[in-house]
DNA sequence: TATTGTTATACTCTATAACTATA
DNA sequence: TATAGTTATAGAGTATAACAATA
């Protein structure tokens, strides 16, 4: 395995992400969110609510960080905390109703912001594409995690 | 075209550069630089300088954040500046000598640290994935800058 | 006038480590 | 003992806007 096999994709990868974050990033901030608050919005719509723990693994926000992310979720009334029934040291994090609206508010449209670029490729290529990407997101979380399969859910 | 369509591929984009993140950023710390700085070394390895807009371009760093970036690069001699002899407004940032060690030491190994993930799919998948990637990187960068065809170099 | 880069400001993210409370 | 989350700390990245020097 030459690693000339490797750079190209891996490149392609990193130049692919940086042009979506380009096209992506100054829309959520006209949102008056940051990229990770973006995230954990997201992260969360279509949920029951997440604990720390499970955002922190979704968003790959280490612990403390994500403390300060969700206290300015928080004050902006985006997003509420409960305790957990089962857990008493865990948290459930989710949207307020306010929350769900700005997920539905900026969720579509930014998908209709990005669209048209997307829809440059053929269904067929997208479809290839998201397949060959969920494959290589599968093996670097293996890679990740070599001994714990259970958490490439 | 349905946004059935969109989401999927734009999903897995997401999901699979977050899994290459997790694979690469602790790498990329463990040598004592931050991913933004990393990224400014590896856009200068084997080129003969650029100047702080041609960098703020490919790296995505606005200048006024390049600016801090670049000094720290400079305070670790990874990095220096040169007047540009055609533009006195301009700056040419080039790898020192210590720099183009770090690139190196921190690149050729941090493709081998991701490699085994990438050798997980076959050369005719990996190959694949590029092209549908460069594929949707050039629309996504049309869709930036839809009149300036120019910048998609 | 437009462009390149600097500086100042204010805020957010970031990792890390020590800590509390619970399991 | 281990785990979930908080807090404190120090540093880095971030956008923005006003600014200087040059084209």
Redesign the interface.
Known sequence: ?P?E??????R????????????SASNIRSFGLTPPQFDIIVTLGNTQGLSFKELGERS?ITKGTLTGVIDRLVEKRLVQCALCRTDARSKIVRLTASGERMFEKIFVPH??H????????T?A??????S?????????????QPCDESAVA
């Not at 096999?5 to 891996?10: K, M, Y």
């Not at 990005?114 to 490729?121: D, I, M, S, V």
């Open positions: 395995m690693k096999t490797v750079l190209p994709v891996l392609e990868l990193v130049r692919c992400y940086q042009a979506f974050e380009r096209l790959l998908l209709e990005c669209r048209p670029a997307f829809a440059a490729l269904p290529a997208r479809s290839q594409l998201a060959r990407l969920a494959e290589l997101r599968n093996a670097l979380e293996s890679a990740a």
